[in-house]
């Protein structure tokens, strides 16, 4: 029986599409295996992806080297932030993409515990962490020369704690809150000028005293850091006023002493007396310091 051509065409055809599937097979087979020797090398050699989720509802990813126990040793950091950087355990020390480098103590990749960040602005920061923020007690050295010491909050001044100027030697010993001179403090100037009492907003707001360098002293009410309200002043010479002021002068009813004795009660104008009401001599009254320092 004579062999048909259609038949022999289609058993050839059918046995090259066979080979075709077997070499496609094969090819998958053995990428396969390469993946998996690649993966099995990647985990012989102690090398990780580790993924931590953070308090705040982010994530960091670590991929690099683990300990004999599984744990992060050296390797790379991705933030969920987009921040990078770069992790060795051994030593505590973080490197940071921007130019930050963190030395201290670390949970879980967090900063956490005692440490020191170095900015890559020049200022250096030494003290607590916690949960991988700035947090607790400890001293920031700013680049400019001004320090900080005392209580901090995700990195701002919150508590007490002293700043100290480096343009002058000023410094400002008292509460913050939020980043701010807030509740009672005590400012000092270079000058030798203070002033002790109540801020709000980084303004002088409430009771306080300021004594000026020329040895006059206000005690008595501002707002925003402005002489406003009843207060006391009293001039190096001896004179004293007591009654109302507005915008850092005698202003409203007062009592006018000059160190002979002699009184003068009744309205004040802008420093100036107002000649209606009892008083005794002649004399003007002395004009209130206006300090620059007093804006601080």
């Not at 670590?62 to 060795?88: C, I, K, M, N, W």
């Not at 973080?94 to 130019?99: I, P």
């Not at 160190?259 to 002649?282: A, H």
Request: proline content about 1%; charged content about 25%; overall charge negative.
């Amino acid at each position: 029986m004579a062999n048909n051509p259609n038949s022999r065409a289609r058993a050839q055809s059918k046995r090259k599409h066979m080979s075709t599937g077997a070499i496609l097979a094969i090819t998958v087979l053995i990428a396969i295996i390469c993946v998996a020797i690649t993966f099995l090398g990647i985990y012989l050699s102690g090398i990780r992806y580790i993924k931590i989720d953070t308090d705040g509802g982010g994530y960091i990813k670590f991929f690099g080297r683990v300990d004999s126990l599984g744990a992060p040793s050296q390797g790379r950091l991705y933030y969920s932030d987009g921040t990078t950087a770069e992790v060795d355990m051994a030593t505590g020390t973080v490197t940071y993409s921007n130019g930050d480098v963190y030395v201290g103590e670390l949970k879980n990749l967090l900063k956490h515990g005692q440490g020191k960040m170095t900015f890559a602005t020049g200022d250096v920061y030494e003290g607590e962490f916690k949960e991988d923020t700035i947090t607790g007690k400890g001293k920031f050295s700013f680049s400019n020369g001004d320090t900080y010491e005392g209580d901090l909050v995700d990195g701002i001044k919150e508590g007490y704690g002293t700043y100290i100027w480096g343009g002058d030697g000023s410094m400002y010993i008292g509460e913050f809150h939020n980043d701010k001179k807030h509740g009672k403090g005590k400012y000092m100037w270079a000058d030798g000028s203070s002033y002790e009492g109540d801020y709000k907003d980084d303004l002088k707001n409430g009771y306080g005293v300021y004594r000026f360098s020329n040895g006059d002293v206000y005690e008595g009410e501002f707002v925003d850091d402005v002489r406003s309200g009843y207060g006391k002043y009293t001039w190096a010479n001896g004179e004293i006023y007591e009654g109302e002021f507005a915008g850092n002068m005698m202003n409203g009813m007062g009592k006018y002493t000059w160190p002979q004795g002699r009184v003068y009660e009744g309205l004040f104008e802008n420093g100036k007396i107002v000649r209606t009401g009892q008083q005794t001599g002649d004399e003007e009254p002395a004009q209130t310091e206006n300090s620059a320092g007093e804006s601080n």
